[in-house]
């Protein structure tokens, strides 16, 4: 059966440092994963997603992915961290059914001035 | 357009109360679906429409009855709620095959008092 876990509930950074949010999946096929973003009282915008084709996925806001199937990883980085990127973090594997997504729990991203 | 529309964004009712939530997208999308977000949790899946047919139910309660009139249309009908069904009900709609994404709308935060 398909998993997603977040390893990180929390991640603080300072301004203009990387972000580095990860993600490990299990998947008994070769899996599509996304990375949405939830901003407080809002609803989710996908951020990137992975389909099979480039291993290195870029996404919005400057947020790049990459996929590493030998250790079931798609971890979620960013060179310089901006105050705007405050905000919970999923990532998401599809289910067998093309309609069902698995979800991680979600990391929650502190920016500190 | 890339936008799926919620309506209202804010809903207070008491537990003998119906009302309604709405959802509208102009994407073409033939599934749609509703989840519901409980507080620093993950989305859950409640029902997914396929092509104005219900294809997905959750083993939801059924004081929520979803409808779905026509392919750009989705409700949420509710009736005799609980207080413990406040939360964060969101919209998503998708291509029905192919590696596709969810898009989401922002979200009706419904508090049942």
């Known amino acids: 059966a398909q998993s997603v876990t977040q390893l990180d509930s929390h991640v603080s950074v300072s301004e203009g440092t990387p972000v580095l949010l990860r993600c490990n999946y299990s998947?008994?096929?070769?899996?599509?994963l996304f990375w949405y973003v939830q901003h407080p009282n809002k609803g989710l915008q996908l951020l990137l997603k992975?389909?099979?084709?480039a291993t290195l996925v870029k996404g919005i806001n400057g947020f790049e992915a990459e996929f590493k199937k030998s250790e079931t990883s798609f971890h979620l980085t960013k060179p310089s961290a901006h105050m705007s990127d405050a905000a919970e973090y999923f990532c998401v594997v599809r289910g067998y059914s093309n309609y069902q997504l698995i979800w991680g729990a979600g990391t929650k991203l502190i920016i500190k001035p | 357009d890339t936008e799926v529309t919620q309506t209202p964004k804010h809903l207070v009712m008491g537990m003998t109360n119906k009302k309604s939530l709405k959802c509208e997208q102009h994407?073409?999308?033939?599934?749609m679906y509703w989840y519901k977000q409980k507080a620093k949790k993950p989305p859950e899946l409640m029902f997914v429409y396929s092509y104005e047919k219900l294809s997905i139910n959750e083993s939801v309660p059924s004081r929520f009855s979803p409808e779905c009139p026509n392919s750009s249309l989705l409700n949420l009908h509710l009736h005799a709620l609980q207080p413990e069904d406040s939360a964060l009900y969101l919209c998503?709609?998708?291509?029905?095959?192919?590696?596709?994404?969810?898009?989401f709308g922002q979200g009706t935060r419904l508090t049942v008092v």
């Open positions: 998947s008994s096929y070769s899996p599509s």
């Open positions: 992975y389909t099979s084709a």
């Open positions: 994407m073409g999308h033939r599934a």
């Open positions: 998503a709609s998708s291509q029905v095959s192919g590696e596709t994404e969810a898009f």
